[in-house]
């Protein structure tokens, strides 16, 4: 099993609301990964955990707010986002290998 | 100047022709990785590199390390495949670096 599960699909959500994004995967991997695309970019990268800890914050703002509860799962909590948050927000995973296997995205629209 | 550089930005086919995306870069990395996005859509896994060449059905990825160089082949190019190509480098353990990608339309 390769792959990367996330829900949902499309979020629309208020500028007051909270909401969060689910990612997971079935394939041990040991990394998980959050990236946020803007359109006709390429994914730039927000948070690393490795092993359940967070390894890297890209200088991400706190509105955002990811928990690895387990090795298979992860969240990123959403709060007062603003409308340039709208994004698709891919999930990641990876594995000793270095290879990362993606995630369909959740296309987000803060309004 | 981006660490990732690729090549064409666009580009637009008739279906059948042969292929070439390719991708410069100016960093020392672990390995490369060549990804696929349909429009709309997530991104699909096609090859990660650390040396020589894969082929896996009409694609084929070759890397040059000592150049810093990889190319990105497409044969028989079907309309199916028009997507975004992107070349993404692992730098150190856990980062990518993304190329701006090609963005390649096969017509019929």
């Known amino acids: 099993d390769t792959e990367v599960t996330q829900t949902p699909k499309h979020l629309v959500m208020g500028m007051t609301n909270k909401k969060s994004l689910k990612c997971e995967q079935h394939?041990?991997?040991?990394?998980m990964y959050w990236y946020k695309q803007k359109a006709k970019k390429p994914p730039e990268l927000m948070f690393v955990y490795s092993y359940e800890k967070l390894s890297i914050n890209e200088s991400v703002p706190s509105r955002f707010s990811p928990e690895c509860p387990n090795s298979s799962l992860l969240n990123l909590h959403l709060h007062a986002l603003q409308p340039e948050d709208s994004a698709l927000y891919l999930c990641?995973?990876?594995?000793?290998?270095?290879?990362?296997?993606f995630g369909p995205g959740t296309r987000l629209t803060v309004t | 100047k981006n660490e990732v550089e690729q090549s064409p930005q666009n580009l637009t086919a008739q279906e059948g022709e042969f292929i070439t995306i390719n991708c410069s870069y100016s960093v020392g990395i672990s390995a490369l990785h060549w990804l696929q996005q349909h429009p709309g859509g997530g991104i699909v896994s096609l090859f990660m590199l650390s040396s020589g060449k894969k082929k896996h059905g009409r694609l084929i990825a070759t890397i040059n390390i000592q150049e810093k160089h990889s190319s990105l082949h497409i044969t028989a190019s079907h309309p199916r495949d028009s997507a975004v190509y992107i070349c993404?480098?692992?730098?150190?353990?856990?980062?990518?670096?993304f190329g701006q990608g090609t963005r390649l339309t096969i017509n019929p």
């Open positions: 990641a995973s990876g594995g000793l290998g270095y290879e990362q296997y």
């Open positions: 394939m041990g991997h040991r990394a």
């Open positions: 993404a480098v692992i730098k150190g353990a856990q980062k990518l670096v």
